[in-house]
């Protein structure tokens, strides 16, 4: 799993840093239901973006650890003193659980919307995309700019997930308009190029052509993403 440095959270460069990071991920996550996998990695990342940016919260902070902590623990036998669940099942209703009540308690708060991002992202894991999509809308209608274009994005893959291509396709090309901290132009220009790229081939290449150049992890994944795409 990629991760940020303490060192890049506490520099200027951490916007690209973390542009590229999401975009590395996003190009080794499994293939069937992969966006809430994608949410759990990112959301693991701004975690980490809100431990060291200097903004302490607390108790917040330590509901939003230990729900984080259920949902990194493995599945079987672990070391002593590590936790553990016997099933996926079992932890994830354990993580849904301490998601759920961190929202309820801290709903607004920066760590209440990225609870609810989370939410959206292991129910859609579990393949319930219907309540996924509206733990991401949620997030996507009333988070702050951050979040909600990050919510946006999964939002769009689930839209898509689902055969709602219209309403993916709107989101995505808002994002590319609208890019944040957390959802760059070139990450939303991939993401709708591989989503629409099944239908509409041609016009995917053309919005990757202008990617495959890049240097560092932006560039590596356009060039996969056009390489994947079906022949003309």
Sequence with gaps: ???????????????VEFEHTVSFIEEHRKEIIRYGGVGLVVALVIFGFLLYSGRQHGAREQALAKAIDIEEAPVGPAPQGQQSFPTQDAKDQAALKAFSDLKSQYGSSSEG???QYYLGAIQSDQGKLADAEK??????????????????????EVY???????????????????PTVFVSKDQATIA??????????AEARKLLDPLRDRPGSVGQ?????YGALPAQ
Excluded: C, W
Aim: proline share 3%; charged share 30%; aromatic share 6%.
């Design 1 to 15: 799993m990629a991760r940020i440095t303490r060192k890049q959270l506490k520099t200027d460069k951490f916007a």
């Design 113 to 115: 919307e990225i609870a």
């Design 135 to 156: 733990s991401f809308a949620e997030v996507a209608d009333h988070g702050d700019a951050k979040y909600s274009s990050l919510a946006k994005l999964s939002l769009a």
């Design 160 to 178: 898509f997930a689902e055969g709602h291509a219209d309403k993916g396709e709107a989101l995505l090309r808002d994002l590319i308009k609208n």
């Design 192 to 201: 709708l190029a591989r989503s629409i790229g099944p239908k509409k081939p």
């Design 221 to 225: 994944v356009a060039l996969q993403a």
